[in-house]
């Protein structure tokens, strides 16, 4: 079984910085490419930020040049250091990561997700 654990979120101030993390764990062989989303309050799902497992990059246009993605792949963690932060920038958070197992092959999986609430 696989596990993605989500931490980092919290209140925060326009202007301000958060970074979140989220670490698989679990009977894993490989973790391919990883990500983040957000969900506001009746919004759908969209995409944030993904890094594959090479380290190439890619961003929503509304946080490119605010946000920053990267990995450890050691560690098998994902982060997302988020800079100047708006208050559109409030949503429940979640990471994704795409983990290769010997029993089940390459699977996606989603944390539980983080509460990011910025205020203005």
């Known amino acids: 079984q696989v596990q993605l654990v989500e931490s980092g979120g919290g209140l925060v101030q326009a202007g301000g910085s958060l970074r979140l993390s989220c670490a698989a764990s679990g009977s894993i062989f490989r973790v391919n490419g990883m990500g983040w989303y957000r969900q506001a309050p009746g919004k759908q799902r969209e995409l944030v930020a993904t890094?594959?497992?090479?380290?190439?990059?890619n961003y929503a246009d509304s946080v490119k040049g605010r946000f920053t993605i990267s990995r450890d792949n050691a560690k098998n963690t994902v982060y997302l250091q988020m800079n100047s932060l708006k208050p559109e920038d409030t949503a429940v958070y979640y990471c994704?990561?795409?983990?290769?197992?010997?029993?089940?092959?390459?699977?996606?999986?989603w944390g539980q997700g983080t509460q990011v609430t910025v205020s203005s």
């Open positions: 890094i594959t497992s090479g380290s190439s990059t």
């Open positions: 994704n990561a795409e983990v290769v197992t010997r029993l089940f092959g390459a699977t996606d999986y």
